[in-house]
């Protein structure tokens, strides 16, 4: 699949996923129920096992994904990573593998959702989340080599109280915000 096709079908089930959040946030309880429910959206289309440098088979979906620093501590996790499978690395005579026990070079899309709840965090609080979230994916995406890394950043708040105008969605080409409100 092209770059531009992954981008396409990654955004159509972000629409998907905030579609639904507006008629039922109440089917959400937890950040995990949000990253699941987005999966199992995107699993028709990254979810085909393909081989990986390892010789094994995996697919080009994964959450919980750890990225480590040149110090080989753990730096960050993201919620959902689509990647190059065939850079995927599960055995390695050759080199040691990070603790996590894989290493893969290419992604091409990373996304991080928060979600706040109605007696969740307060305004300034859910504010500094949403940009540390985008400090991280800037990081990684200035640490690694893949100029075409697409990175999203989703927000939804069933508290309402957020002034929107306080945080200001930024996007480009390769990285798209959204800010989400409950409809309740």
């Known amino acids: 699949m092209e770059d531009i096709d992954r ?7 972000i629409e998907n996923l905030i579609d639904e ?3 039922n946030s109440d089917k ?4 995990e129920d949000l990253r699941s429910y987005l999966y199992h959206l995107l699993l028709d289309k990254f979810g085909k096992l393909k081989k990986t440098k390892s010789n094994s088979s995996s697919i080009e979906l994964h959450s919980e994904v750890r990225w480590y620093g040149e110090n080989k501590g753990l730096k960050y996790r993201s919620d ?3 990647f190059d499978v065939s850079t995927l690395e599960t055995k390695s005579r050759s080199t040691k593998l990070p603790s996590k026990g894989y290493g ?3 992604p091409y899309i ?5 979600l706040r709840r109605i007696n969740g965090s307060s305004d300034k609080k859910f504010f500094e989340s949403l940009i540390n979230d985008r400090n991280k994916l800037n990081e990684i995406k200035n640490s690694i080599n ?4 697409y990175t999203y950043l989703i927000g939804f708040d069933k508290k309402l109280s957020l002034n929107s105008s306080k ?3 930024e996007s480009n080409d390769f990285h798209k915000e959204y800010y989400i409100k409950s409809n309740k």
């Open 104 to 106: 893969f070079n290419n």
């Open 7 to 13: 981008k396409k079908e990654v955004e159509k089930e």
């Open 28 to 31: 959400f309880l937890t950040e």
């Open 146 to 149: 893949n100029p075409k890394l």
């Open 110 to 114: 990373i996304i991080e959702l928060k």
């Open 21 to 23: 959040f507006k008629k």
């Open 167 to 169: 945080f200001k969605l």
């Open 80 to 82: 959902l990573v689509i």
